[in-house]
């Protein structure tokens, strides 16, 4: 080519953007990879079957490269060669190390992307990438990460799941990070609940710690059981270190928390009620990194009645294993006085525990068989790499057993044995290995303050406080603490339990609960297993306060016991008597705390931001003072306040049947669009009555049942129910067609509506589920031919976030193993979107 024409040809040549060779169950690079050569800029080779990409160096252009979800188990060395490369894809992997000298050679990497490897340690040259801004290496092994403190650019680093000990403090001084997290570490320094509050309370830490340090031995304890099985007994007994009788009308009514010090560890108790109402508040403040002390009652256990040991123990043990995954659990024995001698007590601990480890093996058992469903066609397994990694974490997660300890409550000697067993355990660094943490002395200080400031005779009962008021009175002790000390030292003190402050709650912002069980105190009062009781037992005085009458009581009463409803005013009612009960006599603090006829009180926002109720609009006749409406006049609407109809909220755990959404819904057809989500091991308890309330939240257009909940919007009703096939238990999601003469087609139909319903409720049944860590989602669209149980399985959850599913079948129809027919369309969802950069992180 002469001279002339090849310098034409490099100012016209303009690579290739994208190459995607991604799901192509590829083993080796193919020749079509090779040949692009020098035209490609980005090339996906996401979910196949790589262990190697030898003759990837020849794509000298490349800036992004997309080696995901293959069987690579060496770093390719090839890859320091693609001097040009800005990011890199690299998770999902089998990577256990990654040789010197490839990162120094990457000077352009801005975007890296290792989690889900087995990396035990990082290449010093990494610190060399000085371009790099985004960083994420989940999901390994790794103990040190001081070699990225010379990333000083890093805008955002995630390390989750890894077994960090101590984080580089200059990673933070010396850095522009925004964006970090650690969740899943043996953290102490910082402690993990330092860095739940972000970077800023990251760098504050380290800032503080520079001062000065103290180590703290703190365990988080919870006790948890059915009630009357003595966990309060057990709780105040610890407490005193000798045997106390607590009556049974001092027994827990929702959560009470204490604090008590025992062989140099300060334990923190929190005791949780056992009647199932309350169980439904214990996901806001049960959190990782607790020691849980479950109580069963062994005179009342009964060996030959599996009912027994399901709600006495195996109802407990699950959620907990679902909501902490990692938790040190001791079972003690209560009552064991009470039992027919030696023989029986020891009978009874032999079974719970067999019971317990025949229970944990069904549910890995189980997970294999969904896992085996799923790699049962080799030729789509790339489609659920994600799914099968998850799986496979589930199966590894390793809740911690302690031989079941059976006392008699009456005597101290056996107090003392259960303190003394406890701290052993406690010390046990292989069972407890981030009790330890180190903290910065002006954190001691401020709880130390905090505590002081309790046992003013001047403090407020309540404890509720604005973050003003308590900035104020703690400078009176620590002159040299301003606002940006505070902020994340409350975040820490929240974190672990001692203060509450929901500071991302618009309206909660600037409140803060020195004293937690005061709020707890509050929550009991609406959310218990004699609210029916509690109704009745409003006195006529307490009525008048409200402007309300012994005819509306009882309508409250109706309601409650028919719909589900507790009225606004009753509410109200309720906690006003509850607020004199602890001698609290502050109007403009009711208000505030209880609300009033045209606005809603702290706790009933709280019961709703925590998914616990939802705001129901009672029905209500015509306004009569409503002026006329004239044609081509203006129309002026009355002041709403003038005629205010209360509010009320629905407590979907007390529904009793389904009866309205069925009237509503009809009968269930075969041509229904059908999603089910499977739940492994199983659902969460209360997990379908806060689903209810996010979608209900959503869709303004509902109807609420039981297990049941159907939303309506353009015309188009979408039903969710719980069910239990086969023993699997999941959640059912349909949505009717609409019916078409023969000349339309019916896939225009299919276009969007129907499927965006069904995906809002998957997004936010997706997003509820974070929440318990333990917990595995299977989502399938079933066959709907009668007496067929075949299934066809959705690929990885990533996808709902606007992947066009109905594109990765490739075929417009699909059949299932027993030969039935179905349209793809009718099967996942056709709704093509813009797929970004962050789908893939």
């Known amino acids: 080519m002469p001279l002339a024409l090849f310098a034409i040809f490099l100012l016209d040549f303009k690579p290739r953007e994208k190459s995607d060779f991604s799901r192509q169950k590829l083993k080796k690079l193919p020749k079509e990879v090779l040949c692009l050569s020098t035209d490609v800029l980005s090339l996906n080779l996401k979910n196949n079957r790589l262990k190697s990409v030898s003759g990837i160096s020849a794509l000298c252009y490349l800036k992004e490269l997309n080696l995901s979800a293959n069987d690579l188990s060496e770093f390719p060395q090839e890859i320091e060669e693609l001097s040009n490369l800005e990011i890199l894809y690299l998770s999902q992997n089998n990577i256990t190390k990654i040789p010197e000298g490839v990162f120094s050679q990457l000077e352009k990497l801005q975007f890296l992307k290792l989690s889900t490897n087995c990396l035990k340690e990082l290449p010093l040259d990494l610190g060399q990438c000085k371009s790099l801004r985004y960083l994420n290496l989940s999901n390994n092994h790794l103990e040190d990460v001081k070699v990225l403190e010379a990333l000083c650019g890093l805008k955002e680093l995630y390390v989750k799941n890894n077994k960090l000990t101590e984080l580089p403090s200059r990673l933070f001084l010396n850095t522009d990070l925004t964006k970090f997290k650690a969740d899943g570490n043996p953290l102490r320094k910082p402690p993990e609940e330092v860095c739940a509050g972000g970077v800023k309370s990251i760098k504050h830490y380290f800032s503080s710690l520079g001062i000065s340090e103290q180590c703290v031995r703190r365990v988080k304890t919870m006790f948890l059981g059915s009630s009357m099985a003595g966990k309060s007994t057990i709780c105040y007994s610890l407490r005193k270190g000798l045997p106390v009788e607590v009556d049974v009308a001092d027994r827990t009514v929702g959560i009470e928390i204490s604090e008590v010090q025992l062989g140099g560890f300060h334990f923190l108790f929190w005791d949780f009620a056992g009647h199932e109402e309350y169980y439904f508040t214990h996901h806001v403040f049960i959190t990782p990194q607790a020691f849980v002390i479950l109580a069963v009652n062994l005179a009342s256990y009964?060996?030959?009645?599996?009912?027994?040991?399901?709600?006495?123990?195996?109802?407990?043990?699950?959620?907990?294993?679902?909501?902490?995954?990692?938790?040190?659990?001791?079972?003690?024995?209560?009552?064991?006085?009470?039992?027919?001698?030696?023989?029986?007590?020891?009978?009874?601990?032999?079974?719970?525990?067999?019971?317990?480890?025949?229970?944990?093996?069904?549910?890995?058992?189980?997970?294999?068989?969904?896992?085996?469903?799923?790699?049962?066609?080799?030729?789509?397994?790339?489609?659920?790499?994600?799914?099968?990694?998850?799986?496979?974490?589930?199966?590894?997660?390793?809740?911690?057993?302690?031989?079941?300890?059976?006392?008699?409550?009456?005597?101290?000697?056996?107090?003392?044995?259960?303190?003394?067993?406890?701290?052993?355990?406690?010390?046990?660094?292989?069972?407890?290995?981030?009790?330890?943490?180190?903290?910065?002395?002006?954190?001691?200080?401020?709880?130390?303050?905090?505590?002081?400031?309790?046992?003013?005779?001047?403090?407020?009962?309540?404890?509720?406080?604005?973050?003003?008021?308590?900035?104020?009175?703690?400078?009176?002790?620590?002159?040299?603490?301003?606002?940006?000390?505070?902020?994340?030292?409350?975040?820490?003190?929240?974190?672990?339990?001692?203060?509450?402050?929901?500071?991302?709650?618009?309206?909660?912002?600037?409140?803060?609960?020195?004293?937690?069980?005061?709020?707890?105190?509050?929550?009991?009062?609406?959310?218990?297993?004699?609210?029916?009781?509690?109704?009745?037992?409003?006195?006529?005085?307490?009525?008048?306060?409200?402007?309300?009458?012994?005819?509306?009581?009882?309508?409250?009463?109706?309601?409650?016991?028919?719909?589900?409803?507790?009225?606004?005013?009753?509410?109200?009612?309720?906690?006003?008597?509850?607020?004199?009960?602890?001698?609290?006599?502050?109007?403009?603090?009711?208000?505030?705390?209880?609300?009033?006829?045209?606005?809603?009180?702290?706790?009933?926002?709280?019961?709703?931001?925590?998914?616990?109720?939802?705001?129901?609009?009672?029905?209500?006749?015509?306004?009569?003072?409503?002026?006329?409406?004239?044609?081509?006049?203006?129309?002026?609407?009355?002041?709403?306040?003038?005629?205010?109809?209360?509010?009320?909220?629905?407590?979907?755990?007390?529904?009793?049947?389904?009866?309205?959404?069925?009237?509503?819904?009809?009968?269930?057809?075969?041509?229904?669009?059908?999603?089910?989500?499977?739940?492994?091991?199983?659902?969460?308890?209360?997990?379908?009555?806060?689903?209810?309330?996010?979608?209900?939240?959503?869709?303004?257009?509902?109807?609420?049942?039981?297990?049941?909940?159907?939303?309506?919007?353009?015309?188009?009703?979408?039903?969710?129910?719980?069910?239990?096939?086969?023993?699997?238990?999941?959640?059912?999601?349909?949505?009717?067609?609409?019916?078409?003469?023969?000349?339309?087609?019916?896939?225009?139909?299919?276009?969007c509506p129907s499927w965006d319903m069904i995906l809002v409720v998957l997004r936010r049944l997706i997003e509820l589920a974070q929440q318990w860590p333990g917990l595995c989602l299977y989502v399938c669209s079933p066959c709907t031919e009668d007496g067929c149980s075949d299934h066809f399985a959705w690929p990885d959850w990533k996808e709902l976030n606007g992947h066009n599913l109905y594109n990765i079948q490739k075929d417009d129809k699909m059949v299932c193993c027993n030969g039935h027919t179905h349209r793809t369309e009718l099967l996942f969802p056709k709704v093509p979107k813009a797929r970004s950069k962050s789908d893939n992180d």
Not at 324 to 335: E, K, Q, R, W
Not at 337 to 345: H, I, L, S, T
Request: proline content about 4%; some cysteine.
């Open 302 to 751: 009964d060996i030959r009645n599996p009912q027994s040991f399901k709600d006495c123990v195996s109802f407990w043990i699950k959620n907990v294993h679902l909501r902490v995954p990692d938790a040190v659990v001791l079972v003690v024995g209560t009552h064991s006085d009470e039992c027919r001698g030696v023989e029986d007590v020891q009978e009874k601990k032999e079974d719970i525990e067999k019971k317990i480890r025949d229970m944990f093996q069904e549910q890995k058992a189980n997970l294999e068989r969904w896992k085996r469903n799923l790699e049962e066609d080799r030729n789509k397994t790339a489609q659920f790499s994600d799914q099968l990694r998850h799986f496979q974490h589930c199966a590894e997660h390793n809740i911690k057993f302690l031989d079941l300890v059976a006392m008699d409550c009456t005597k101290p000697e056996e107090i003392e044995k259960i303190q003394d067993y406890i701290l052993c355990q406690v010390e046990n660094k292989a069972l407890f290995p981030n009790i330890e943490k180190i903290l910065p002395q002006l954190y001691q200080e401020v709880e130390s303050s905090i505590k002081e400031l309790k046992e003013d005779t001047d403090f407020p009962g309540h404890g509720v406080m604005s973050f003003e008021e308590i900035l104020n009175e703690l400078k009176g002790k620590l002159e040299k603490l301003d606002q940006e000390d505070l902020q994340p030292i409350l975040r820490y003190l929240h974190q672990i339990g001692i203060i509450v402050w929901y500071e991302e709650i618009a309206d909660l912002k600037e409140t803060v609960f020195v004293e937690p069980s005061f709020l707890i105190k509050l929550f009991k009062t609406v959310v218990r297993h004699d609210l029916v009781d509690q109704l009745q037992g409003i006195s006529r005085d307490e009525l008048m306060e409200e402007n309300s009458l012994s005819v509306q009581r009882d309508k409250w009463i109706n309601d409650l016991k028919g719909k589900a409803t507790l009225h606004s005013a009753a509410i109200r009612v309720l906690l006003r008597k509850s607020l004199k009960e602890l001698e609290i006599d502050d109007k403009d603090f009711f208000d505030v705390v209880v609300g009033t006829r045209s606005s809603d009180g702290m706790v009933l926002g709280l019961l709703q931001q925590f998914e616990i109720c939802l705001p129901a609009q009672l029905t209500s006749p015509l306004n009569p003072k409503a002026r006329d409406f004239v044609p081509n006049e203006r129309w002026e609407p009355l002041d709403t306040s003038v005629y205010n109809r209360d509010g009320a909220c629905l407590f979907p755990s007390h529904l009793k049947d389904n009866s309205v959404v069925l009237k509503m819904w009809g009968e269930d057809r075969n041509d229904d669009i059908q999603v089910q989500v499977y739940f492994l091991p199983e659902m969460p308890h209360g997990f379908f009555q806060r689903l209810i309330i996010k979608i209900c939240s959503f869709y303004p257009v509902h109807w609420v049942g039981k297990d049941h909940c159907l939303v309506c919007a353009s015309n188009r009703l979408v039903l969710f129910k719980e069910k239990c096939l086969s023993g699997d238990q999941l959640i059912e999601i349909r949505c009717k067609r609409q019916h078409h003469s023969a000349h339309v087609n019916t896939a225009v139909d299919m276009r």
